[in-house]
């Protein structure tokens, strides 16, 4: 089914005529201006442009949803609303929602410190599987700017905080934590920026909730950009399951006021006292706060890469242990052995690089195409990037100069944090006489499909993609993307740490 959603109103009645967000979300049936049936597979397209500013949950339950911010005609931002209470998150799979695709699309929460919650999160996927979250920008939780708790899925291009810190609305009156995926297995992370915040820059508790002897999971996290986390730049921890992690060719930089002493990339918590728990860590490539890479950033030397990583205590080093191949921890293994620079980190039935070798590149031009192409940056008409992405990126590329964002404090409101995304519209709706979401326009240029017959759910190539996919990921230039867009991106970088010293 496709929702051409017509209103930024949160409202959900079946006839009168406007198609919201809530109402594709829900998978709720609609009768005017064309009927859609409830409970099914569903795209969200958008023939507006603005804030989408929700009054209530809107948790997806229902599987099989492509959430396409690249068909606005401006592009869509998601806020909290004022009669939103208790406070949720805003996008939010659960109970059974699998099968999500969310691109191209802001979401901003904001603080409410009337409103006291835990839960405030902009994005979190809530157990579920096979998810897709590709350039968002995601910023202003209260809880975390980004939460999974997913299998099968992946986080990428996308902008992840700063958060709302500072009496925002937290039941602590400093929560300044953005992104843990907990737990998670088989998860890719890539090409993302995660930035200002305390804690949790990139946290991995890999696994499953419910523990049981011999849980595992997987995560490759690859040619990211992490800037500014004064107290935790990313964690892994057993607390979920054994671990078994790839780290390649990522950027983490200090900020304004990065504290050394417990700021590693990642801190090793072996924290599992009854499941055997173990780690296979590989590190290649990292340039961090505490290594540098030979040819990156202008470097004449290479770090050991186990410099970059930290275990808390001195229990957590006795206690971390490597991981034989059935996911059980192998104490032959022991404290900094846990990590190597040799052979993919691969869990029990992994047989396969869960990645295409050309789509790592080295650090510095993987900072160059983060900041080039991250976040919501494409809209129906073309490039959108928002001013609040706008302001991010150009003072990551400038982070080595005064005036530093954040010097003194972290944010407590979305005005302290740049305010919200001024959108402006491109345009209005495309004529579509047949309603299937593919222009008349579109559909005439390209031949395979028919103006007048709804046929977004044919294949007319046999290339797997449907009809109406073949035009969301024309608008989102994907066949531009994955052939000479990675490593393509251009731009200023700052030097090696922004010009800090090395911790
Ligand atoms: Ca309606
Ligand atoms: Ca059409
Ligand atoms: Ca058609
Ligand atoms: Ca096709």
Known sequence: MVYKINSLEDSAVPGDGKITYRECALALAVTTPYAIPANRPRYCLFEVAGAIILQSP???????????????????????????NPVDSLIDTRAGGNHMILRYVRTRLGEHPDRISNNGDPIRLNDTSDQIIDHVSTMFGTDESLNPNCRNCTIQWSIIGPNMCINAGHTSSVH?????????NNITVAHNISQHGQFRGINLGLGIKQRVAGTFGQADVFNNVTYHFTDE??????????????????VAFRGPNDKPVSNFFPAIFARDTVDAYGFNVYMKDNVTQRTR??????QIVSDAQQASVWFPTADDLAKTCGVNALGVADCTIKGYDVIQTSFYAAAPGITALQFEPWH?????????????????????????????????????RTCDRAPYLFDTSFPGTAAQAGGYAQIMPTGGSLQDTDNDGMPDSWEVRFRNTNPNVWDANEDADGDGYPNIEEYLNFLARDDLRYAGFI?????????????????
Not at 176 to 184: D, Q, S, V
Not at 293 to 298: L, P, W
Not at 488 to 496: D, K, N
């Open 58 to 84: 809107a948790p997806i339950t229902q599987p099989h949803i492509y959430i396409a911010g690249q068909s606005s005609p401006g592009g869509v931002e998601f806020r909290l609303g004022a009669n939103y």
């Open 176 to 184: 300044c934590k953005t992104f843990f995926i907990n737990p998670g």
């Open 233 to 250: 730049t990313g964690s892994l921890s057993d607390q979920n399951g054994s671990a078994y992690v790839n780290y390649i060719a990522n």
């Open 293 to 298: 890479v030979f040819g990156a950033f202008g």
């Open 360 to 396: 790592i590149t080295g650090p510095e031009q993987a900072m160059r195409d983060a900041l080039a192409f991250a976040g919501a940056d494409l809209c129906r008409d073309g490039p959108c990037r928002d001013n609040v992405d706008e302001m991010y990126i150009e003072d990551i």
């Open 487 to 503: 490593g393509s991106g251009l731009g200023a970088l700052p030097a090696y740490n922004c010009g800090r010293a090395m911790f």
